[in-house]
């Protein structure tokens, strides 16, 4: 007799599969604490460097990336519009004189100390395999901190 379907070990979500992969080429803990800050950073100033560009192609590409966040998690979706909208509020803040310099400045600086916590690590950042990657980055953070705050998790 053949197992129902209901007993079959649940296929894994394609957040949690993604997240799985980004972590394998993160496991070295100073490329982690590196990413932690530094995909922040790239975040704000890619926001920054787009908002110079024109503010409405910045608006535009924070709700472009949300609709690919929605077909992964609306929890993480939400998450990303607060996270996306406090960044946007700060390039607002840098003032049109500020934005641009500040925002090459720190996606140089942000770039950098990927790849020197990717030489640590031994590996290749994820995105050179999928570009999405580029979009897990800031997940794999929120997760981390996430599991960081909560008492009695390991990570």
Sequence with gaps: MDTPAHDAAPTPRR???????????????????????????????????IHSLHPAAAYLFMA???VYYVRLSLGFTLLMA?????ALA?????????RLPVS?????????????????????PS???????????????LTRLGARLRPGTDT
Excluded: C
Aim: aromatic share 12%; proline share 5%.
């Design 104 to 124: 090459v400045a720190l996606f140089v600086g942000g770039w950098i100390g990927q790849f020197i916590g990717h030489r640590l690590e031994g590996r290749k």
């Design 90 to 98: 700060g390039v607002e803040a840098l003032g049109p004189e500020r």
């Design 15 to 49: 957040i949690d599969q993604l997240l799985a992969h980004y972590g394998q080429s993160h496991q070295h803990p100073t490329n982690e604490a590196i990413h932690l800050v530094a995909i922040p950073v790239i975040m704000f100033s890619l926001l920054g460097l």
């Design 127 to 141: 995105f050179f395999e999928d570009i999405q990657y580029l979009w897990v980055g800031p997940l794999f953070v």
């Design 64 to 66: 472009a990336s949300l």
């Design 82 to 86: 607060v996270v996306s909208a406090l």
